[in-house]
């Protein structure tokens, strides 16, 4: 493979495994950035590089510092952070997004280093709508577009628009949520981008183009020129995508999709990720290639990032590391005791909004995480969380250690045993059924129990994966597994996260 593209023709695992949707990208020379939208997670924004569209690490995060992100804890999930569009312009990085929350609305913030730090906010008070986008023209306008799909030039230094709204172009007869527009300038036409049909299996992607960014927009005859709504594909979902160009001359898009796993009607866990399929173009037109099927030789799930360990002895968390809506230092720190994390609750369990909880997404079908805690002053654990009325956790105290399950609106607890003697190690196993006797077999099971010195993990309870899917709960966010504090003040020696085998 070389350092500029990938040599393969297209993957059917995702390129950025786990709950990265709605992905953006640029190039600047060699080098590739791309970033993803967060909802009610903090830091906002993940920011990516890659030399060749394929292997990508994370370098930081846009939206790091409370002035640049607040997120109401009255906010509820899968509002917050949507959609950025990240652009290179003129020796800067450019990145506009939506707040969907209370006091919220349109900011654009710049850096010369993608990997920070960012600007604070500059607000768009006159742009309305998600999914903004930005594009600049031979004679330096700068237009916004936005979901609609509508368009407005602004003065990018200031927020301020310039001129009247314009309607462009909304897509195919009748396809519903117009939205993630971005437009380029290709040779003689300006292309304009859309996603169309919702974010659930009628995902796609269309295309129209004319010989100015204002229109009028002529539809390409073979939209929507990305979409897997009507078949029997493992990746479904598949749209909301951004067309970048390789030093060799090739195209890509990145866009995003889900997989489905278990019966009918098919339950994701991760998330909506972000894939990579080729471009070849064709009288004037982007044909997107297809992905391989399952089977062929692609990278496997395991090829996607070592197995993380950290020992909490640096002053910074890695940037993987994401909060629910807030990360406050006297909640949560690495600097109160020696080479551990230290998480001191605000008297709220998971169920609620401003529960104190730190974790990474989950990347894999099949993986592990463990922890090892030191509840003396508190309670706390090791959560598979997806909202706050979707999660499953096994925490301690000083005499217990205990399966909590919270679904919907039913909280249970579903195993308890006395804490064992010595370290206390949680540990959350997750993997595939059995093998499915009806068409409701869910995607996975989650066992939760605790690891013995010699390394034995011993399940207290194994629980049904369906109730932590986007199918069950809702909403546009995917798994995240990490630690909390129910009570008090906790203490964590180190967290590990690995894949197993499917």
């Not at 009247?164 to 939205?179: I, V």
């Not at 020129?225 to 951004?242: A, E, F």
């Not at 290639?289 to 909490?312: N, S």
């Amino acid at each position: 493979m070389s350092d500029q593209r990938p040599a393969d023709a297209s993957f059917t695992t995702p390129v950025v495994p786990g709950f990265h949707p709605d992905p953006s990208v640029c190039r600047v020379g060699d080098d590739y950035y791309l970033a993803c939208s967060s909802f009610e997670y903090f830091p906002g924004i993940p920011l990516f590089h890659s030399r060749d569209l394929v292997h990508w690490t994370q370098i930081g995060n846009a939206l790091d510092r409370p002035e640049q992100l607040r997120l109401p804890s009255a906010m509820p999930s899968s509002a917050g952070i949507y959609a950025p569009t990240l652009r290179h312009h003129d020796g800067r990085f450019w990145l506009i997004v939506t707040n969907c929350s209370e006091g919220g609305g349109n900011l654009l913030v710049t850096a010369t280093d993608p990997a920070g730090p960012w600007s604070d906010p500059t607000w768009l008070p006159g742009v309305k709508g998600i999914d903004p986008d930005l594009a600049w023209d031979e004679d330096g306008t700068c237009w916004c577009t936005v979901a609609g799909v509508s368009q407005v030039a602004i003065d990018p230094s200031t927020g301020r628009t310039l001129g009247e709204y314009r309607r462009l172009w909304s897509g195919g007869p009748g396809a519903k949520a117009p939205e993630a527009p971005h437009l380029y300038r290709i040779g003689a036409y300006w292309y304009l981008l859309i996603a169309e049909g919702g974010t659930e299996r009628g995902h796609g992607v269309s295309i129209a183009r004319s010989l100015t960014p204002n229109g009028p927009f002529e539809p390409c005859p073979a939209n929507p020129i990305l979409t897997h709504r009507g078949t029997d594909h493992p990746v479904q979902n598949t749209g909301h995508g951004d067309l970048v160009q390789a030093p060799d001359g090739s195209w890509w898009m990145v866009f995003l999709g889900v997989r489905p796993r278990g019966g009918t009607p098919g339950w994701h866990v991760l998330g909506r990720e972000t894939f990579l399929a080729p471009v070849t173009w064709e009288d004037g037109w982007p044909v997107v290639g297809e992905l391989l099927a399952p089977g062929d030789d692609v990278p496997g799930d395991d090829a996607f990032g070592e197995p993380f360990h950290d020992d909490f002895d640096l002053s910074e968390l890695h940037p993987s590391w994401i909060s629910v809506r807030d990360r406050s230092p006297e909640h949560c720190t690495t600097k109160e005791r020696p080479d551990s994390l230290t998480l001191r609750a605000r008297g709220a369990s998971l169920d609620e909004p401003d529960a104190v909880f730190i974790g990474r997404r989950q990347q894999h079908p099949a993986c592990r995480a463990r922890t090892s805690i030191d509840p003396a002053q508190g309670c706390g654990g090791l959560a598979v969380r997806l909202d706050e009325q979707h999660h499953y956790g096994i925490e301690a105290d000083g005499a217990q250690v205990r399966v909590v399950s919270r679904v919907g609106s039913v909280r249970a607890v579903v195993a308890a045993q006395p804490v064992p003697a010595g370290p206390i190690v949680l540990g959350v196993r997750i993997t595939e059924p059995p093998a499915p006797h009806d068409a409701r077999t869910g995607p996975d099971v989650i066992s939760l129990g605790i690891e013995l010195p010699d390394g034995t993990f011993t399940s207290l309870a194994t629980l049904d994966g369906r109730y932590l899917s986007t199918e069950v709960a809702g909403g546009f966010t995917g798994r995240v597994i990490g630690l909390y504090a129910a009570q008090g003040v906790v203490h964590f020696d180190w967290f590990g996260y690995e894949p197993l085998k499917a």
